[in-house]
């Protein structure tokens, strides 16, 4: 419960504040979806409602939670997939590059947190499943 005061209500606050002032704005950095033969809205629709619910999180974050054990480079990652993410609402950014970026996010967030998956528990019902040398918790 006092995570989600000191974090959760502030950053939907502050989340619903920055889409007021990104609203504006969503044209002129051509962040808007335009209807095509994929979709049937009617409209340019902006496209700022993802980026406004990371802001209102990354500064309520900011105000009120540490940056340390790995929070801080999860916060890097995130932000860097969101902009990816925006930079591709706008410009399309070619597939490969996006999951080339994403994976390399992955990786980057996996081997500096120090968190590392090492099994997938009983999922199955049938005992637990190690990864053993795949789980690079060993590295």
Do not use: E, N
């Not at 704005?25 to 409602?49: C, E, S």
């Not at 990371?54 to 054990?69: C, V, Y």
């Not at 590392?116 to 795949?134: E, K, N, V």
């Amino acid at each position: 419960m006092q995570a989600l005061t000191a974090t959760g209500i502030p950053a939907a606050l502050l989340s619903l504040a920055v889409l007021f002032v990104l609203h504006p704005f969503a044209r002129l950095i051509r962040l808007v979806d335009v209807p095509d033969h994929r979709k049937a809205h009617t409209g340019a629709v902006p496209l700022i409602g993802g980026l406004s619910a990371f802001a209102g999180l990354f500064l309520a974050w900011m105000i009120s939670m540490p940056l340390t054990g790995g929070f801080g480079l999860y916060l890097f990652c995130s932000l860097l997939l969101v902009l990816l993410g925006a930079v591709d609402d706008a410009r399309d950014v070619p597939a490969r590059f996006r999951l080339g970026a994403q994976v390399a996010l992955g990786a980057i967030l996996s081997f500096g947190s120090g968190v590392y998956l090492t099994g997938f528990g009983d999922l199955l019902g049938l005992g637990d499943i190690l990864l053993g040398w795949a789980g690079l918790g060993r590295w």
